[in-house]
């Protein structure tokens, strides 16, 4: 079941004016959230990048009376520059990792997105990753395939939310390996357009 913390966060949120982001800390790191018609939407940035992608972590929680669409290209990351990067499929990522994937790969994945998780006590999804996890990290056989089975349980996938599900996943931007810096999350989500503030991350990789 949906925690029950964060089931009364999305009710806050969801009393706050909809075009209001709400800014939170938990254990240092920071969280951003809006709510449009019912469903809200909390991005953090995750510390670390992964082969070419910038990655931020996001979670979605349907308070609304009816299912919504979710798809990781629906989210988009204009930069200070103006430049606009759309977030890969789930399916194109996690198939670079087959092919390409590491064991450091797999750590740091792991690693980063759990660290991020963990560290925000309103983030539990009913459909998310922790779901996901145990039937992917049974997978057995090359490296490249664990890598694999880790992005395919970390990746934020498309779904279809019911009125009371929430999900979580981390989104996937190709921008070189470097992170993403400052500029705004765009996302096209229960009819209408959630426009965050990013921050370049302080605790950003080289």
Same mark, same amino acid.
């Given at each position: 079941?949906?925690?029950?913390r964060?089931?009364?966060?999305?009710?806050?949120f969801?009393?706050?004016a909809?075009?209001?982001?709400?800014e939170?800390?938990?254990?240092?790191?920071?969280?951003?959230?809006?709510?449009?018609?019912?469903v809200?939407?909390?991005?953090?940035?995750?510390?670390n990048?992964?082969?070419?992608?910038g990655i931020?972590?996001?979670?979605?929680?349907?308070?609304?009376p009816?299912?919504?669409?979710?798809r990781?290209?629906?989210?988009r990351?204009?930069?200070?520059e103006g430049r606009?990067?759309?977030?890969?499929?789930a399916?194109?990522?996690?198939?670079?990792?087959?092919?390409? #994937?590491?064991?450091?790969?797999?750590? !740091? $994945?792991?690693?980063a997105?759990e660290?991020? @998780? *963990?560290?925000?006590?309103?983030?539990?999804?009913?459909?998310?990753?922790?779901a996901r996890?145990?039937?992917?990290?049974?997978?057995?056989g090359?490296?490249?395939?664990?890598?694999?089975?880790?992005?395919s349980?970390?990746?934020?996938?498309?779904?279809?939310?019911?009125?009371?599900?929430?999900?979580?996943?981390?989104?996937?931007?190709?921008?070189? #390996?470097?992170?993403?810096?400052?500029? !705004? $999350?765009?996302?096209n989500?229960?009819?209408? @357009? *959630?426009?965050?503030?990013?921050?370049?991350?302080?605790?950003?990789?080289?």
């Amino acid at each position: 079941m949906m925690s029950r913390r964060f089931v009364l966060l999305c009710a806050l949120f969801a009393g706050v004016a909809s075009a209001q982001v709400i800014e939170f800390e938990s254990s240092g790191l920071k969280y951003k959230a809006l709510t449009h018609n019912g469903v809200t939407i909390m991005v953090s940035t995750l510390h670390n990048h992964i082969r070419e992608y910038g990655i931020l972590q996001v979670a979605i929680s349907n308070g609304s009376p009816i299912s919504w669409g979710i798809r990781p290209e629906d989210f988009r990351f204009q930069t200070a520059e103006g430049r606009v990067i759309r977030a890969s499929p789930a399916k194109t990522v996690i198939n670079e990792m087959l092919d390409k #994937g590491s064991r450091s790969d797999v750590s !740091k $994945l792991i690693t980063a997105y759990e660290s991020t @998780l *963990f560290a925000n006590a309103q983030m539990h999804s009913t459909n998310g990753y922790e779901a996901r996890r145990q039937d992917a990290m049974a997978e057995v056989g090359s490296t490249r395939l664990k890598a694999a089975a880790a992005t395919s349980a970390i990746a934020l996938v498309t779904t279809k939310l019911q009125p009371g599900q929430s999900t979580d996943g981390a989104v996937f931007y190709p921008n070189g #390996g470097r992170p993403l810096g400052a500029g !705004k $999350l765009l996302v096209n989500a229960a009819g209408e @357009l *959630f426009e965050f503030p990013m921050e370049a991350d302080p605790h950003k990789s080289h």
